[in-house]
């Protein structure tokens, strides 16, 4: 560190005084997890590790980034597809700081996390690890998450930036994207965590973004980020991203990880020397680690400690309040642990948890519950039997004896509960799923079962959605827990027997088959490049823009009690609209509900989705409970992406409100009139004639002129809105110069344009 007795030194005055060889070692790494420590110089090193559901801490001899080595216990919380599914900021920030204090217990600084990508296809491998198709949850619920852990003095790392939404040909792949599906899908939830938590590191993505490698995007890592985001934190790599380390460093690009064992460096100080990359640029990355190893530092509590029980109560509550009921016919569940019934238990998920997803995110647990243990204990008064009914990863296993086994044992049972799902070698990182199936066995064990008993509760395990249509129908009662982590088992037996109430609401569509989902034509394309031509119609935006029936819809999710929604009203001011509703508990159970509030903006210049989330807040309720609940829509989340513009625009025109339990279950409307951003394309000779009109200069003008023409036709000229009229809107206005009845010649076409330049900044201006 610094010698106290002398003034403290700034990053960039320490990394003056580095040789070029010292400043290009500093932005790598040194071995797997840790960057290279200058001690004389100041400069600490900061240890990383793996994120983002538990800490996946390997000492450097055994390091790996693709889950095949072992760590050491920790924590394993619920994935962040189960943390999304409860939509609660609050516990979201609790996670944060729970894996903050065992990141300080373990001298770790910055933790690789949280995942924001947005879920295109169910297929992607790596869906567990991210939070929702709708990038405003992600982003809210990011936020929360490295707030919650920079508040205990561990760093994030949100990742991976930017769209990393599939694994196959994720190191070089291509995600070609039109401007706005990138500014209003794929964006956004990095935005909003860089703008609400200033994470200390941003995590580049091993893809190309239309074309360019994100390790090396000067459009993404510093015109976007830095430059419109303002972003002053550290930049790095994924592991093993850099493709070239001069061109990564002048994109923005600041520290390479892991070690390239010396030969980014070496390109780095090369490219200096021969006038390819400037010091500058060297000298900006190795002033940001410094600052980055220097606060890391400031940070660090050798003597901290963390409670693993109070971590795995935490790990419960996550998991209880996750996991979504998709359907309780007759009020199957919960079960009643009093009553000495028969609970036929099937499924080798019961016994063996799958509790967290393959790769780099994988935690080895401080403990494990499973959750026929957990119904055992919760239920004494019933009889229990098992049967692990079909093998999971293990081909060798007899199936078929398997299989009768467990019909047996649900033939003679009052109620059977089936703990069904993905086996791990199904979704990774690394590799995508071929389809969302079950397993052809479990469906088959499923079809058995509910023939002979259909007192039937399904509990699902998967990351990534599965197909419920073609057998949900004949299942009562279906829990989709997810990856409920390390305590998963017992969050399961709470609910079952409603020692906690479900929660939990989609963060994600379940459609009816793979064929319906909106990447479906184009996924994981082809020659090294995937066309995202469904541009903005990602998840519901999809399903609601062609009207399609769903599974179960983004934002749904049953409780044991239900919820009533009265009183609706908005309130706008220059910055948003509070929108404020009253909601009431009309059951006999105390229970969360999620309030999601949806915009429907008009789109006179673009398309824009039929709603869209912008807004929501949890609430619990006792029973007979009235609480009114506020959720602030901010202007900004209002507008749209203007390519032509080049910015951000409000329409001026109502602005529907929909309140609802889910995002096909809206409960109340009201329209809010909204003032628009002033905007208007200029426009040139080559402008269509609705450009013309369109602008405040050149309108006036041209609606003189065909008010004129019209005149000289009387009765023949083209009604308003007529086929005709809408054929002169379209013309280019120098096309219209060229028919014989229109007052117009060139000169005049050249004058009018000139007008409109010289009035530029009268007439268009967009709010930022
Ligand atoms: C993953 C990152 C992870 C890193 C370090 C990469 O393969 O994509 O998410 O943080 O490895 O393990």
Same mark, same amino acid.
């Given at each position: 560190m610094n010698n106290p007795n002398q003034p403290a030194q700034t990053p960039g005055?320490?990394?003056?005084?580095? $040789?070029?060889?010292?400043?290009?070692?500093?932005?790598?790494?040194?071995?797997?997890?840790?960057?290279?420590a200058h001690p004389d110089a100041g400069i600490p090193e900061i240890r990383l590790s793996d994120g983002p559901h538990g800490l996946r801490l390997q000492n450097d001899t055994q390091a790996d980034h693709l889950g095949i080595n072992n760590s050491a216990p920790a924590t394993c919380f619920p994935p962040a597809v189960t943390l999304a599914s409860t939509w609660d900021t609050d516990l979201a920030g609790r996670v944060g700081g729970a894996l903050a204090r065992e990141c300080l217990a373990h001298g770790v600084h910055v933790l690789l996390g949280p995942g924001v990508n947005i879920k295109r296809s169910p297929l992607c491998g790596r869906n567990f690890e991210y939070f929702s198709e709708d990038p405003l949850l992600s982003g809210v619920l990011g936020a929360a998450w490295v707030k919650g852990l920079q508040a205990q003095g561990v760093g994030a790392s949100v990742k991976h930036f930017a769209a990393n939404n599939q694994e196959t040909g994720r190191m070089s792949v291509s995600a070609d994207?039109?401007?706005?599906?990138?500014?209003?899908?794929?964006?956004?939830?990095?935005?909003?965590?860089?703008?609400?938590?200033?994470?200390?590191?941003?995590?580049?993505?091993?893809? =190309?973004?239309?074309?360019?490698h994100a390790?090396?995007?000067?459009?993404?890592?510093?015109?976007?980020? +830095?430059?419109?985001?303002?972003?002053?934190?550290?930049?790095?790599?994924?592991?093993?991203?850099?493709?070239?380390?001069?061109r990564a460093l002048a994109a923005g690009l600041d520290l390479e990880m892991p070690s390239s064992s010396g030969a980014g460096p070496a390109r780095a100080v090369t490219a200096v020397e021969s006038g390819e990359l400037s010091e500058e640029a060297l000298d900006r990355s190795a002033a940001r680690v410094v600052a980055l190893a220097r606060k890391a530092a400031t940070h660090a509590r050798p003597d901290a400690a963390y409670d693993p029980a109070a971590h795995h109560d935490l790990a419960r509550e996550v998991a209880t309040r996750g996991a979504v009921l998709l359907k309780n016919d007759g009020a199957l569940l919960p079960l009643d642990p009093d009553t000495p019934q028969r609970i036929a238990v099937i499924g080798e998920f019961a016994r063996t948890p799958r509790y967290q997803g393959e790769g780099s995110s994988r935690v080895t647990p401080t403990r494990l519950d499973d959750a026929l243990t957990s119904i055992i204990e919760a239920a004494p008064a019933a009889h229990v039997t098992f049967a692990p009914g079909f093998p999971v990863d293990a081909p060798d296993v007899d199936a078929a004896a398997l299989h009768e086994e467990a019909v047996r044992t649900a033939e003679s049972a009052d109620v059977a509960v089936l703990f069904l799902g993905l086996p791990p070698s199904f979704e990774s990182e690394g590799y995508d799923r071929e389809h969302i199936e079950l397993p052809t066995e479990q469906s088959r064990l499923l079809a058995a079962v509910v023939a002979v008993n259909p007192n039937a509760v399904v509990v699902l395990a998967n990351g990534g959605v599965v197909r419920l249509a073609g057998w949900i129908d004949d299942v009562p009662a279906v829990l989709e827990g997810w990856l409920l982590g390390q305590a998963g088992g017992s969050a399961t037996a709470d609910l079952l027997?409603?020692?906690?109430?479900?929660?939990?609401?989609?963060?994600?569509?379940?459609? %009816? =088959?793979?064929?319906?989902?909106?990447?479906?034509?184009?996924?994981?394309?082809?020659?090294?490049?995937?066309?995202?031509?469904?541009?903005?119609?990602?998840?519901?935006?999809?399903?609601?823009? +062609?009207?399609?029936?769903?599974?179960?819809?983004?934002?749904h999710g049953l409780s044991y009690t239900t919820f009533d929604y009265a009183d609706l009203r908005v309130a706008s001011d220059a910055a948003g609209i509070d929108v404020t509703v009253a909601v009431t508990n009309t059951g006999e159970r105390a229970g969360h509900e999620v309030v999601q509030v949806y915009v429907a903006a008009p789109g006179e210049r673009v398309r824009r989705p039929v709603r869209e989330l912008k807004g929501f807040a949890t609430v619990c309720l006792t029973p007979g409970e009235t609480q009114n609940v506020t959720v602030r829509v901010a202007r900004a989340d209002l507008a749209y992406f203007d390519t032509a513009a080049g910015t951000?625009?409000?329409?001026?025109?109502?602005? +529907?409100?929909?309140?609802?339990?889910?995002?096909?279950?809206?409960?109340?409307?009201?329209?809010?009139?909204?003032?628009?951003?002033?905007?208007?394309?200029?426009?040139?000779?080559?402008?269509?004639?609705a450009v013309w009109l369109a602008h405040p200069v050149g309108g006036p003008a041209i609606e003189a002129l065909l008010l004129?023409?019209?005149?000289?036709?009387?009765?023949?000229?083209?009604?308003?809105?007529?086929?005709?009229?809408?054929?002169?809107?379209?013309?280019?206005? $120098?096309?219209?110069?060229?028919?014989?009845i229109v007052p117009?010649?060139?000169?005049?076409? %050249?004058?009018?344009?000139?007008?409109?330049?010289?009035?530029?900044?009268?007439?268009?201006?967009?709010t930022p």
């Open positions: 005055e320490t990394v003056a005084r580095l $040789s070029l060889a010292e400043k290009a070692d500093l932005t790598t790494g040194a071995g797997w997890w840790h960057t290279i994207i039109d401007i706005r599906a990138l500014r209003e899908i794929y964006l956004p939830a990095f935005r909003r965590v860089v703008a609400e938590a200033e994470p200390w590191t941003v995590m580049c993505a091993y893809n =190309r973004v239309n074309g360019v390790s090396e995007n000067p459009w993404l890592l510093t015109d976007v980020l +830095r430059g419109e985001w303002g972003y002053d934190g550290l930049v790095v790599s994924d592991w093993g991203a850099v493709v070239d380390r001069a027997f409603g020692r906690a109430n479900p929660s939990g609401r989609l963060a994600e569509t379940i459609p %009816q =088959r793979l064929a319906d989902t909106p990447a479906y034509l184009a996924w994981p394309g082809e020659n090294g490049h995937v066309a995202y031509s469904e541009g903005l119609f990602v998840g519901y935006r999809h399903y609601d823009a +062609r009207d399609m029936p769903v599974s179960f819809p983004f934002g951000w625009l409000v329409e001026g025109l109502d602005h +529907r409100i929909d309140v609802g339990s889910s995002s096909r279950d809206i409960r109340l409307t009201a329209t809010v009139p909204v003032k628009g951003d002033v905007y208007a394309e200029e426009p040139g000779a080559d402008s269509t004639v004129r023409v019209q005149k000289s036709m009387g009765d023949a000229y083209p009604k308003e809105r007529s086929p005709r009229h809408r054929m002169v809107a379209n013309m280019r206005l $120098s096309q219209l110069a060229q028919i014989p117009l010649g060139f000169d005049d076409v %050249q004058q009018l344009v000139e007008r409109v330049r010289s009035a530029a900044g009268t007439g268009g201006q967009a």
